[in-house]
C-alpha cells in the first residue's frame, strides 16, 4: 500500500491604490501584496494531513451540514472517511449572487466563534469566509460534539445556492 501525504497553501493577492488627482500634480497610495499560509505534510505547526474539498449546494430555505470528523457521511478527495481532529484553514466560497449564506448555529458546531452554539457568520453573495489555525493544536474537533459545519440559505431567491468548500486539517 502506497503511502499518502499532503503539502497545500492558501494565497491572497492584496492590492490596491487610492489615488488623490489635485490641481498641480497627483497623489498615490499604492500597495501589493502577497499573503501565503503554506502548509508541510504533517500534524504540528504550520503541518497538516488532511484536506476536504467539495462544492455544496444548500436549498432555499434550508441548510447544509458537513460533518468534518467521526462520521462516515463526508469523504476526501481519496474516497477515506473524513476524520480531523485539528482544524488547521478553512475557506468558505459563496457562489450565491442574490441571497446570504448563514455560518453556524449548529446543534455541534465547529467552534468557530468563541460565544457558543448559537454564534453565525453571515457570508454575503459572491462573499467569503477564511480562516486559519495553524499552531500544532489547531482547532480541536470532536466527533459527535464539535464537529458540524452548517451552512444555512438566508435570502428570497426560491434557487438553492452553492458554496465552495476547502478544509485542511490533522
Known amino acids: 500500500m502506497g503511502t499518502i501525504s499532503f503539502s497545500g497553501q492558501i494565497k491572497i493577492d492584496v492590492a490596491g491604490s487610492h489615488i488623490n488627482t489635485l490641481d498641480l500634480g497627483v497623489t498615490t497610495d499604492a500597495v501589493a501584496d502577497a499573503i501565503t499560509q503554506a502548509f508541510a505534510n504533517g500534524a504540528g505547526e504550520n503541518q ?51 441571497d446570504k449564506l448563514t455560518l453556524g448555529n449548529s446543534t455541534k ?28 493544536a489547531g482547532l480541536a474537533l470532536v466527533a459527535n460534539s464539535s464537529d458540524e459545519l452548517k451552512l444555512a440559505h438566508e435570502g428570497v431567491s426560491s434557487s438553492a445556492v452553492t458554496a465552495d468548500i476547502y478544509v485542511f486539517g490533522a
Open 109 to 136: 458546531p465547529v467552534p468557530l466563534f468563541s460565544s457558543g452554539a448559537a454564534d453565525t457568520f453571515d457570508i454575503h453573495p459572491l462573499g467569503m469566509f477564511l480562516a486559519t489555525w495553524p499552531t500544532a
Open 48 to 98: 497538516a494531513n488532511k484536506f476536504f474539498h467539495d462544492q455544496v449546494s444548500v436549498p432555499a430555505s434550508s441548510s447544509k451540514t458537513v460533518y468534518l470528523n467521526g462520521t462516515s457521511q463526508e469523504t476526501d478527495g481519496l474516497g477515506q472517511a473524513l476524520a480531523i481532529t485539528k482544524l488547521k484553514a478553512l475557506v468558505i466560497k459563496s457562489n450565491a449572487t442574490l
